[in-house]
């Protein structure tokens, strides 16, 4: 069965330190990849996205993640962390449904401080 | 342009009461989800529908129930709260890219939350 993990459930950085979170999943297929951001008492937004292609994905905010398909991992990075950076972020991965449709898989979530 | 609505945003049941939660969107979205957010455990599919008319069940069906009788609303119900339903509960809709095998790729959209309490 698919899965997402993602290691630490809390990360602090001073701010323009480099931001890395970690999202290790489970897929017996090809995966589709995503990172959701959710600030303060907000919906998720999504970050970005792998689908095919380029294994390099960038972002809204700065913000990339790199699909390694030999480590399972779609870690998420930024090489300066921002004050407006602190939020919580879900990695995800599409998992296939009866019908041909798709869910997202959420991990349960890194919350990032940022401090100056 | 609103996106995902989601009424009510706040709400304390005592146990044993209804209550409907509302997810409206005006993006003429195919796809719409109810999701449940716990602290430490990510967000869990309830429900979802892949159109008007049809839903089908998620991960964490139990204890809910849901609707979709137009294509811009998605009703979640809770016919006999417990404690154990106290979470925050997020909708989101999604547009099917090229049909449902290609919709793994979908982005979906998420309301602003419900947190339900119940005591």
């Known amino acids: 069965a698919q899965s997402v993990t993602q290691l630490g459930s809390h990360v602090s950085v001073s701010e323009g330190a480099l931001v890395l979170l970690r999202c290790n999943y489970s897929s017996s297929v090809p995966p589709y990849l995503f990172w959701y951001v959710q600030y303060p008492n907000q919906g998720l937004q999504l970050l970005l996205k792998?689908?095919?292609?380029?294994?390099l994905v960038k972002g809204i905010n700065g913000f990339e993640a790199e699909f390694k398909k030999s480590e399972t991992s779609f870690h998420l990075t930024k090489p300066s962390a921002h004050m407006s950076d602190a939020a919580e972020y879900f990695c995800a991965v599409s998992v296939g449904l009866a019908g041909g449709y798709n869910k997202l898989i959420f991990g349960a979530g890194t919350r990032l401080a940022v401090h100056p | 342009n609103a996106g995902v609505t989601q009424t009510p945003k706040f709400r304390v049941l005592k146990t044993g009461q209804s209550m409907t939660l509302l997810c409206a969107q005006d993006?003429?979205?195919?796809?719409m989800y109810w999701y449940r957010q716990d602290p430490g455990m990510g967000l869990r599919l309830i429900h979802y529908?892949?159109?008007?008319?049809?839903?089908a069940k998620g991960e964490v069906p139990d204890g809910y129930n849901v609707s979709r009788l137009k294509k811009q609303n998605f009703l979640l119900g809770l016919e006999s709260a417990a404690p154990s339903q106290t979470s925050v509960y997020f909708c989101?809709?999604?547009?099917?890219?090229?049909?449902?095998?290609?919709?793994?790729?979908?982005?979906?959209?998420f309301g602003a939350g419900s947190r339900l309490t119940v005591l």
């Open positions: 792998y689908t095919t292609g380029a294994t």
């Open positions: 993006m003429n979205h195919e796809y």
């Open positions: 529908s892949v159109g008007e008319g049809t839903t």
């Open positions: 989101a809709s999604s547009y099917p890219k090229v049909g449902p095998r290609n919709s793994g790729a979908n982005v979906l959209t």
